[in-house]
């Protein structure tokens, strides 16, 4: 069992890394009240923008993930037109760039199947990846773990501590006090739309230049829905965001592992374990009333419309 737990653990971080990406970016936009549906759509976008800038830019996995956070946020700037300027329903609107996305990505990346990246190396950090044990495993990881780990700690600390923080969720709560005094709604929940559009998009671009580096259709399998899910799982706090991630990545990883664990399960109710589990949870999450109802953004979802 032992043997089997390091390589678990290992693999859990790459697995959760565009969860944690994406849900972050969830969680800034829907703490200034905008819900975005489209996640799923965007990571798609982020994806196959990312693969094709890198296959142009022979092999460059830089060029790539920034290529697709630019894709993430132009399908975030349409979301926002549409559900912010033009205050139409964020739910439809977030649905329809799911389908676009889905559609879209299908379409570029038909020329792209046969084509494959290498990928990002590990990088371990110096004197910490030689800790025995957890070493290898939280210090010998590719760079765009790291820096999903960082994000989280900068959104973290930007939400808890900082004016930054205070006036997001003043506009989250409360979108007419805010303007009353001065500030641009509008504007704050367009920059954290296109937060939220940067972040879902460098999430697909790990996928399909990092994680698994080539182009599969509906490459994301549901990951941009299970971010949203996150961040009401996570009460809208960053930390127990990055530990569903985490387990959801357990999850899926531990599915690979299972004949040498000695778990002898139907290979359809492996691949659905990590969707299962997430589900019961939410379930589980969802009992205590009281709890989501001191977390929940009190504005999420409705437009806000300047002088009405």
Known sequence: MIDHLSPILIGTLGAATP????????????????????????????????FAAAVASD???????????????????????????LAANQAACGLALTIFGV??????????????????????LPGLSQIPWLGPIL????????????????VAWVLARTR????????????????????PVLGIRWA??????????????????VYTPLWVQNMTAGRGWISVALVVFATWKPTRLLLGACLFGGVTILQFHA????????????????????????VLISRDRKLL???LPASLGKPFVPGR
Do not use: C
């Open 19 to 50: 969860l944690v990406l994406a849900g972050l970016g969830e969680l800034v936009a829907e703490k200034a009240g905008v819900m975005n549906l489209g996640v799923e759509g965007m990571m798609l976008i982020g994806a196959i923008a990312a």
């Open 59 to 85: 092999g460059s996995v830089t060029a790539g993930l920034l290529a697709g956070m630019l894709a993430g946020v132009l399908a975030a700037s349409l979301f926002a037109l549409l559900a912010l300027s």
């Open 103 to 124: 559609g879209l990505s299908a379409f570029i990346g038909q020329s792209y199947v046969s084509h494959s990246l290498a990928g990002l190396p590990a990088l371990p």
């Open 139 to 154: 210090f010998r990881q590719d760079p765009v773990v790291y820096l999903a780990f960082l994000l989280y700690v900068a």
């Open 164 to 183: 930054i923080g205070l006036i997001l969720r003043a506009v989250g709560e409360s979108p007419e006090a805010a303007h009353a005094i001065g500030y």
């Open 192 to 209: 954290a739309t296109l937060t939220g559009g940067a972040f879902a998009g460098l999430a697909g671009a790990y996928l399909s230049t």
């Open 259 to 282: 004949q040498g664990l000695g778990l002898d399960l139907p290979v359809e109710l492996l691949a659905a374990l990590p969707y299962l589990a997430t589900v019961i949870v939410l």
């Open 293 to 295: 109802r001191l977390n």
